[in-house]
């Protein structure tokens, strides 16, 4: 998410995204779409900046960003409104389905690239169809951001790292 990299998150990284998000979809500035897509980004930033203790406001560092992380098991409403955003914006032809090949836009739009999904997507398909529903992606997308257990398939959400 450190799109500039620099070591830290700053508002220009959440902007960063939400124009690789955007982008992936052709939505315009003013599209319903792109608005909501803004203000859910942007809201993070702002909820980052705000609960992560940061020294500087215009920026958090990574251990900053994981006090937030450490608050998130609280912010259910938040996470899951978020989960719900991105399964919107990835699931590109909207048969409420998220296939391996928007999957990969989605790692590409948080980390800027999307090698190794065709390797850690199948582990993310529990149930094994070729797809995640509605419901796997949001228990995934919620466990990624609030478990704690390093071997839970929701820790390939994103890919390798």
Same mark, same amino acid.
């Given at each position: 998410?450190?799109?500039?990299?620099?070591?830290?998150?700053?508002?220009?990284?959440?902007?960063?995204?939400?124009?690789?998000?955007?982008?992936?979809?052709?939505?315009?500035?003013?599209?319903?779409?792109?608005?909501?897509?803004?203000?859910?980004?942007?809201?993070?930033?702002?909820?980052?900046? &705000?609960?992560?203790?940061?020294?500087?406001?215009?920026?958090?560092?990574?251990?900053?960003?994981?006090?937030?992380?450490?608050?998130?098991?609280? $912010?259910?409403?938040?996470?899951?409104?978020?989960?719900?955003? $991105?399964?919107?914006?990835?699931?590109?032809?909207?048969?409420?389905?998220? &296939?391996?090949?928007?999957?990969?836009?989605?790692?590409?739009?948080?980390?800027?690239?999307?090698?190794?999904?065709?390797?850690?997507?199948?582990?993310?398909?529990?149930?094994?169809?070729?797809?995640?529903?509605?419901?796997?992606?949001?228990?995934?997308?919620?466990?990624?951001?609030?478990?704690?257990?390093?071997? &839970?398939?929701?820790?390939?959400?994103?890919?390798?790292?």
């Amino acid at each position: 998410m450190d799109a500039d990299g620099n070591g830290y998150l700053d508002e220009g990284d959440f902007e960063a995204l939400t124009a690789r998000w955007v982008g992936l979809r052709g939505w315009e500035p003013g599209s319903a779409d792109y608005e909501r897509m803004r203000a859910i980004m942007m809201g993070w930033w702002s909820a980052v900046a &705000a609960l992560s203790g940061a020294e500087r406001a215009d920026r958090v560092s990574l251990d900053e960003l994981m006090n937030v992380v450490d608050q998130l098991p609280a $912010m259910d409403d938040a996470v899951y409104a978020t989960a719900d955003a $991105m399964f919107d914006a990835i699931d590109e032809n909207g048969d409420d389905r998220i &296939a391996l090949t928007e999957h990969k836009q989605v790692v590409y739009a948080w980390k800027g690239s999307s090698d190794g999904i065709e390797e850690v997507f199948p582990q993310l398909d529990l149930n094994g169809d070729g797809q995640l529903s509605r419901s796997e992606f949001r228990d995934l997308w919620a466990d990624f951001w609030r478990g704690n257990d390093p071997a &839970a398939p929701s820790q390939w959400v994103f890919g390798r790292y």
